[in-house]
């Protein structure tokens, strides 16, 4: 048996060589597509480091890992205490459903008044103090399942 060698009905027509226009017209869109993929892609890598702040600022703000320990939450630093608070009088702000002490202490960096936080362990309130208490200080109450956190100023 014998191959026959068919022939291409559609034969590739030979490219014809581009004038300098059309070379650089082809160069423009190239320049422009790869433009917009790098704007695609820092897009994306923006979107990561947001994620990794945010799991960053989650681990330095739990319990029990964090109990007598500093973290950095939103450029600032807290001590954070877990199952001790003090005292509970004074609570210039509550708010209420607020899940995580991260998401507590973010409420206090938004306001410059707030020295430090108590949020529950069970419960989902947030209370913000105004009255300074040193960082130093261990807290002396520890009855309730509540955790604080004490702004470093």
């Known amino acids: 048996m014998v191959k026959v060698e068919d022939e291409d009905p559609f034969p590739e027509e030979p490219e014809e060589p581009l004038t300098a226009e059309e070379a650089r017209d082809a160069c423009l869109k190239r320049e422009a597509a790869l433009k917009g993929e790098l704007t695609t892609c820092k897009k994306e890598s923006a979107g990561g480091t947001a994620d990794s702040t945010l799991a960053k600022e989650l681990i330095a703000s739990s319990c029990p890992?964090?109990?007598?320990?500093?973290?950095?939450?939103?450029?600032?630093?807290?001590?954070?205490?877990?199952?001790?608070y003090h005292n509970l009088n004074n609570v210039k702000e509550t708010h209420q459903k607020i899940n995580t002490m991260l998401d507590c202490v973010k409420l206090c960096n938004a306001r410059s008044w707030c020295k430090?936080?108590?949020?529950?362990?069970?419960?989902?309130?947030?209370?913000?103090?105004a009255?300074?208490?040193?960082?130093?200080?261990?807290?002396?109450?520890?009855s309730l399942p509540l955790n604080a956190a004490v702004l470093k100023w």
């Open 65 to 84: 890992g964090q109990h007598n320990k500093y973290g950095t939450i939103g450029g600032k630093e807290y001590k954070f205490w877990c199952h001790r």
């Open 116 to 129: 430090h936080v108590v949020h529950g362990v069970y419960e989902t309130n947030c209370r913000l103090y």
């Open 131 to 142: 009255w300074a208490v040193s960082h130093a200080t261990v807290p002396g109450l520890d």
